[in-house]
Nanobody
């Protein structure tokens, strides 16, 4: 059974930092693309960042230079380091995994097979 478990969310003020973790089990972690998505109330789920098995990364324009995605294959864990947080970053953050890389379409949540339950990030001004 595949499981993705996010943690590390919380409430911070503008300019603060958080580091999200996603522990994955039940699949060959090193062979999978890992993505982070967020979804604010009333809005669609959007891609934040992705890391491929070869450690190639892509980011949404809104987070470039502020967020960093990484992975530790020995721990079956993906991370999202979030710095210089803004109120507009407030959302539920989800980890997702898929066997394939989708190039420029990486941010489409419809391509990802496996999902976690999410962790809430709240940034107050």
């Amino acid at each position: 059974q595949v499981q993705l478990a996010e943690s590390g969310g919380g409430s911070v003020h503008t300019g603060g930092s958080l580091k999200l973790s996603c522990v994955v089990s039940g699949l060959p972690f090193a062979d999978y693309c890992l993505g982070w998505f967020h979804q604010a109330p009333g809005k669609e789920r959007e891609g934040v960042a992705v890391i491929t098995p070869s450690d190639f990364t892509s980011y949404a324009d809104s987070v470039k230079g502020r967020f960093a995605i990484s992975r530790d294959n020995a721990k079956n864990t993906a991370y999202l380091q979030m710095n210089s947080l803004k109120p507009e970053d407030t959302a539920m953050y989800y980890c997702a995994a898929d066997r394939f890389s989708y190039g420029d379409r990486w941010s489409d949540p419809g391509y990802y097979e496996h999902w976690g339950q999410g962790t809430q990030v709240t940034v107050s001004s």
